[in-house]
């Protein structure tokens, strides 16, 4: 999902500084490939990250300790759950949490309607 977040940030909003986090070193890969302006991997880079963001996107289940088969750690989803940043989070059914109320979309649907918010907020900041 994040080399998808990347590539479609990347067709829409060329200028943007795209500060790629992963959970492990094949999600970071993927999306320095995909056009990440930098990246880093794993539970402190989070930490740092969220901090400096002004917006943090992904999967739902960046917010949920545990989540992704044990990938998000309690210290990472705290972490962007106290950010500042604003946050467009993409609800998908592997992260083990569903949303009451969410239309079924595809994921290319969902990192649309994802990227449309992030240019709203991108204009903004």
């Known amino acids: ?8 940030i990347r067709e829409r909003i060329p200028d943007a500084e ?11 890969g993927a999306m320095i490939k995909a ?9 402190n880079a989070v930490k740092v990250c969220a901090e400096m963001a002004d917006i943090i996107t992904g999967p739902i289940g960046i917010l949920v ?11 990472m989803a705290e972490a962007v759950g106290k950010s500042k940043a ?6 998908v059914a592997n992260c083990s949490t569903s949303i009451a109320g969410v239309k079924s ?7 649309d309607d994802a ?3 992030i240019e709203k ?3 903004l900041i």
């Open 86 to 91: 604003q946050r467009v989070l993409v609800p």
């Open 121 to 123: 907020y991108a204009n």
């Open 35 to 43: 056009g990440a302006s930098r990246a880093a991997t794993g539970e």
């Open 115 to 117: 990227v449309t918010i």
């Open 105 to 111: 979309q595809n994921v290319g649907q969902m990192i």
């Open 65 to 75: 300790a545990n989540a992704m088969l044990g990938e998000i750690t309690p210290s």
């Open 1 to 8: 999902m994040g080399r998808q977040l990347v590539t479609k």
């Open 18 to 28: 795209v500060i790629a986090v992963g959970s492990n070193s094949m999600a970071t």
